[in-house]
């Protein structure tokens, strides 16, 4: 996974694309076991390759606009607008379920 900026997220929002964001701190020990399971999803099936990470820290205004409340956690967008958001990130089944359900 690609670690995006504030920047790099808001042009991909305002492009209008379709990508899921992993959001992380870097001291949470849970993000780091989660973070692996993606990657090991993402490698094993490569549908979703428009999967990037962001570090929370840095983007506190989009984590209060998109209501993000714990991390780990996904978000799925769909032209630029978050459309599906989950903390289910304990196994791989649940990630692979959420990255490709529509």
């Not at 967008?77 to 692979?96: M, R």
């Amino acid at each position: 996974m690609e670690t995006w900026e504030k920047e790099t997220f808001s042009e991909a929002q305002n492009d209008g694309a379709d990508f899921v964001v992993f959001f992380f701190t870097p001291m949470c020990g849970n993000c780091q076991i989660a973070s692996r399971l993606v990657d090991v999803v993402l490698e094993a099936d490569s549908i979703h390759s428009n999967v990037a990470k962001v570090d929370l820290n840095y983007v506190p205004d989009i984590a209060q606009s998109l209501e993000i409340t714990s991390v780990p956690a996904l978000v799925k967008f769909k032209n630029g607008e978050p459309k599906d958001l989950t903390y289910k990130l304990h196994d791989a089944t649940a990630i692979f379920e959420f990255l490709y359900s529509e």
